[in-house]
């Protein structure tokens, strides 16, 4: 099984991205062959600052290996060490109908909140079918968010296989864990850089503290029961707790007695210890040793291309 990821680096990661995206795929390099991509194009279609996106990718790429991404299990390098990606983005353009992608959500929600409306953001998803079908990934993890883009990608499948025969392309399939692919921000609105309300994966201590006490809470004051239902502290705090803790949170809800600001604080306690081993390795992280891995994994990725682009031209006509 060919399992494929990839991740803007478009800024400093959250825990939306490690819940929705980097734990998923942490935890399937152990079920097959893994490769894992920082999507650095795709980040280019809304930054165009160099210093911003080479940063970003150093960060993606630290954070990634910090979190539990073993080079030794999965395939890992950036988006841009693969040229090849290009030359099967035209080949899956000239078979796209306009209308596929007028259709997709991202493209307008993204216009519509601020991005410049650039053809690299309205082909977006050309080019992540691209990324895709280039390794012939078989299992393809993503958040609700890119589940239409999946789509996309299938569609184009089947039109280049009625094309040139059944076996050109590989049809992959998603892997959505449906019960974290909504992680909440502070606000109760899904964990967005764009919303300006996510909590970093490797916040500074005190203030992503400052942050965690900000989330959002009705007035129901300190000796009364709290509501359970449509909770952002129990919603947030799940993603940390075991069954027993977040029992426990639940019933000091209901009980009444004690003030938002303690389950807070529980909740921060719970943040802080579950990302504490990860701290720790990405202190010890250097600099050479992540590039050496992304340009190993870089190297790897350009051989498998190859062979899935080779059998490709020669299904198109292009050799």
């Not at 959250?14 to 650095?40: C, K, R, T, V």
């Not at 390795?281 to 498998?304: M, V």
């Amino acid at each position: 099984m060919r399992i494929l990821t990839g991740l803007q680096p478009s800024g400093k990661l959250h825990i939306g991205n490690y819940f929705g995206s980097m734990q998923p795929a942490i935890q399937l390099q152990d079920e097959g062959d893994a490769f894992y991509f920082i999507a650095d194009y795709h980040a280019m279609t809304s930054n165009q600052d160099p210093k911003a996106l080479t940063e970003n990718i150093r960060d993606l790429a630290t954070d990634f290996l910090a979190c539990g991404l073993d080079p030794e299990k999965a395939t890992f390098f950036r988006q841009s060490a693969v040229p090849e990606v290009h030359e099967l983005a035209w080949i899956l353009s000239v078979v796209c109908p306009m209308g596929l992608l007028e259709r997709c959500h991202s493209y307008k929600d993204k216009v519509a909140k601020g991005i410049s409306a650039n053809h690299g953001l309205f082909a977006y998803p050309v080019l992540m079918a691209a990324d895709i079908l280039l390794y012939d990934a078989n299992v393809v993890p993503v958040g609700e968010d890119q589940k239409q883009h999946l789509e996309v990608t299938r569609d184009l499948v089947h039109k280049i296989n009625d094309l040139y025969g059944p076996d050109t392309l590989t049809l992959p399939e998603p892997r959505i864990q449906e019960e974290i692919a909504k992680v909440p921000g502070i606000d109760g609105q899904k964990m967005s850089k764009s919303y300006n309300n996510t909590i970093p994966i490797f916040g500074a201590e005190k203030a992503t503290r400052k942050t965690i006490m900000k989330v959002v809470t009705d007035t129901t004051d300190v000796e009364s029961p709290k509501p359970v239902e449509n909770s952002h502290i129990l919603a947030l705090y799940k993603l940390f707790a075991s069954e027993p803790e977040l029992a426990t949170m639940v019933q000091e809800f209901e009980a009444g007695g004690l003030g938002y600001g303690h389950f807070k604080q529980t909740l921060y306690e719970a943040y802080w210890d579950h990302f504490s081993d990860m701290r720790q390795r990405r202190e010890e992280l250097d600099p050479s040793t992540i590039t050496d891995i992304l340009n190993h994994g870089a190297e790897k990725a350009r051989e498998e291309a190859s062979i899935v682009l080779s059998r490709i031209r020669k299904a198109t006509g292009l050799a």
